[in-house]
């Protein structure tokens, strides 16, 4: 039985996700530039079912019924990103910004103000213009992928101040990691030969990490410098984290991977964030391959959150390895698993190969985050589930997805716990997502929206029965004054 004594603050602010390639279709649309996921999503066997997000929920053509659908579920706020190669179709500092694409953002936020929504808006959510990949190797190349960046990022800030929370990437560790080091994502550099004739997984990864900082110390900068005193506005960076267990808590090498496996994920951006260094387990495994900070880039990159924007999904049990490390590892030389040594199952199956819920992870998790990071306001801009097989369902089964309601229900409990039990200073939850989408490699197959999209069907909605179970959830656990 969830607890529901009030015990959020009265300002906490709850609503659903979503991300500009997934969801808006219209690629040629107004002036939109390529971006990264339209030439990737266009080789062969990247994509799971070798679809791509040409059309997804058509949301740029919907933004009135999307906003409906956030009415319906009665959500406070609104995240969703921008595309870059909208705002500037080729992307750089010099080329022509295309009046179009703002005024389609700065109309959607008005339109979401108007109805009382509050936007979380994310400058960088993985879909990279195109040109610039192909100009310099897009954040391979740290001074003009800052450059860009920043002007990109400043071109917002002065269009839409009415925007108040600024995200400027969405897990660089999926960036860097997966579009660099396993090529599972764009631009998929790997040095796997058999999958892109490009890419180095031992070095380029951790290059790209280092840039992607560069480029949200800057915009951080750009904002604080020029916009935040005038709009009042906050901003940081999100980041993805798994919760850890030891697979056998009695090892303490398995105690100290689990640790280490939090360091190589969330501490790789979140320590030079906070602390302005990278973790000392990640420098001491990686040597000369993991970039060091100049004193002007730590300068640049400590201090750079107003908040801390956390996506979460799931936990592993940890185990070490015993074996000198790969060149190519980037999890911090261990091994990930679903059973622990005693036999326990970290949890339930779902559609997604990696995602297992296990709410009480979320709890640990977020305790600590505020513990290794003095107590950040935390804003959790993802938090979400899969179904296993939900997609091979009848619709009106697909409508009742009571999985996927209690993933919501544990993991909000478990949120209001960590606020009320532990202290941690959480004011923000946007569950994800708002609606069925594009899931990235895997296509459409898999599905984390609260609503049903009718791909087939004309992207028709139809909202599931989580859809209106996250609201109540948040409206027993809020204070009301
Ligand atoms: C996040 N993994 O991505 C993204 O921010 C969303 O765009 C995405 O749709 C959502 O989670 C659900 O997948 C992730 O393989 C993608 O560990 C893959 C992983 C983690 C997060």
Not at 264 to 287: N, T
Not at 332 to 355: R, V
Request: hydrophobic fraction near 35%; include cysteine.
């Amino acid at each position: 039985m969830a607890d529901t004594t009030p015990v959020l603050p009265k300002d906490f602010l709850w609503g659903f996700a979503t991300a500009s390639y997934q969801i808006e279709g219209a690629p040629t649309a107004d002036g939109r530039g390529p971006s990264i996921w339209d030439t990737f999503c266009a080789r062969p066997g990247k994509i799971a079912d070798g679809s791509s997000g040409a059309v997804a929920c058509d949301s740029y053509n919907r933004t009135s019924e999307d906003i409906a659908l956030l009415k319906l579920t009665g959500a406070k706020a609104y995240r969703f990103s921008i595309s870059w190669s909208r705002i500037i179709p080729l992307g750089g500092r010099n080329d022509p910004i295309n009046p179009a694409g703002i005024a389609f953002y700065k109309k959607f936020v008005d339109d979401l103000l108007a109805e009382g929504i509050i936007p979380f808006v994310t400058l960088f959510h993985w879909d990279l213009p195109d040109e610039l990949d192909k100009r310099y190797g897009g954040p391979l190349n740290k001074e003009e992928f800052c450059a860009d960046f920043g002007h990109y990022a400043r071109t917002l800030f002065e269009a839409i101040p009415k925007v108040k929370h600024w995200i400027t990437f969405n897990e660089p560790w999926c960036s860097a990691i997966l579009g660099y080091n396993t090529g599972l994502f764009a631009p998929g550099h790997t040095s796997d030969r058999s999958k892109s004739e490009v890419g180095d997984s031992s070095t380029e990864c951790w290059i790209v990490g280092h840039s992607l900082l560069l480029a949200h110390g800057t915009a951080v900068k750009i904002y604080r410098e020029e916009f935040k005193e005038k709009a009042g506005g906050e901003i940081g960076i999100t980041l993805n984290g798994d919760a850890v267990y030891p697979w056998d808590p009695e090892d303490p090498l398995d105690v100290e991977a689990a640790e280490r496996k939090l360091e190589f994920s969330i501490s790789w951006f979140a320590d030079p964030v906070y602390f302005g260094h990278y973790p000392e387990s990640m420098v001491k495994q990686l040597g000369a391959r993991l970039p060091t900070f100049t004193p002007e880039e730590a300068a640049l990159v400590k201090g750079s959150n107003d908040f801390y924007g956390m996506n979460h999904y799931t936990a592993n049990y940890i185990k070490h390895k015993t074996t000198t490390p790969d060149p190519f590892d980037f999890l911090g030389n261990l091994e990930t698993l679903f059973i622990s040594k005693s036999g326990a199952c970290i949890g339930p199956e779902t559609q997604s190969f990696w995602l297992r819920p296990n709410p009480q992870g979320f709890r640990d998790l977020l305790n600590w985050l505020s513990k290794r990071y003095n107590h950040p306001k935390i804003y959790c801009t993802e938090n979400g589930t899969s179904l296993k097989g939900e997609n091979d369902l009848p619709l009106e089964k697909i409508l009742e997805d009571d999985f996927r309601v209690e993933y919501f229900r544990g993991y909000i409990d478990a949120l209001g716990k960590a606020v009320a039990e532990d202290g941690v200073n959480v004011r923000a939850y946007l569950a994800w997502s708002l609606m069925d989408n594009f899931e990235w490699a895997e296509g459409y197959e898999t599905r984390f929206g609260v609503t049903f999209v009718d791909y087939e069907g004309g992207q028709k909605r139809f909202p599931k029965k989580s859809a209106k179970s996250v609201g109540p959830m948040f409206e027993a656990l809020i204070k009301k004054e």
